[in-house]
């Protein structure tokens, strides 16, 4: 158990709709990655907040959005969603927001299947 | 955009031998690297990392070797496990944050 939790296990709707996936990062971990993970696609980066702030981003559509809240669990926002959303999404936190010797710690992951 | 590639997707190796997992990057503006190892059903977990800086770090049986005059990076496991069978991903930081994964190594121990 990496500390990190994933809400929902699970998630099945509809093309067109909007989901929100939240993430519980490691205790006094400030900063939270949100990635995509598909089959032809790999494992994504999508986006980097620490400590409320966005401090990188990867290649996350503007469907997408992420929000970092004050007690800094995360949620990641899917909109207008099509089949091809249909991945597993993974949250992981760290300490820092520093680049370099930044271990994360991945979450369990949210499945999510658009049908 | 990047690209962190694996030179085999599948490996199968004998318990109690030596494994060695490839990674090419693009990035030579990468500053940090990152192996990770993902179980069935489970997010990645990290196993290893190393910086720019070196060329080689070793942990409890892994080694990671980093070479940057050919944008190589290898994952050595020393008497491979059962419990290693897993998909194996490189990972590159570049310094402006940006994390690239390679497509993964699914490594079979054969008992």
């Known amino acids: 158990d990496s500390g990190v939790t994933q809400t929902p296990k699970h998630l099945i709707t509809a093309t067109g709709q909007r989901v929100t996936l939240r993430c519980s990062p490691r205790?006094?971990?400030?900063?939270v990655y949100w990635y995509q993970q598909s089959l032809d696609q790999g494992l994504q980066f999508l986006i980097q907040?620490?400590?409320?702030?966005?401090?990188a981003k990867g290649n996350i559509l503007e469907r997408f959005s992420a929000q970092q809240f004050p007690d800094l669990h995360s949620e990641l926002n899917l909109s207008s969603l099509e089949l091809g959303d249909s991945a597993l999404y993974f949250c992981?936190?760290?300490?820092?927001?520093?680049?370099?010797?930044?271990?994360?710690?991945f979450g369990p992951g949210t499945r999510l299947t658009v049908t | 955009g990047e690209s962190v590639g694996l030179h085999l997707p599948t490996l199968s190796v004998q318990e109690g031998d030596n494994s060695i997992i490839n990674c090419a990057y693009s990035n030579s503006a990468s500053d940090y690297f990152i192996w990770y190892k993902q179980e069935s059903g489970k997010g990645p977990q990290f196993i290893i990392d190393i910086r720019s800086n070196m060329d080689k770090r070793q942990g409890q049986r892994v080694t990671v070797l980093l070479n940057k005059t050919v944008k190589h990076l290898s994952l050595q496991i020393a008497a491979t496990q059962p419990g290693d069978s897993a998909v194996y991903f490189c990972?590159?930081?570049?310094?402006?944050?940006?994390?690239?994964f390679g497509t993964g190594t699914s490594l079979t121990v054969i008992p």
């Open positions: 992981a936190s760290s300490p820092w927001g520093l680049a370099g010797n930044n271990e994360q710690y």
């Open positions: 990972a590159e930081q570049d310094s402006g944050n940006q994390f690239y």
């Open positions: 205790s006094g971990d400030l900063s």
């Open positions: 907040y620490y400590n409320g702030e966005e401090r």
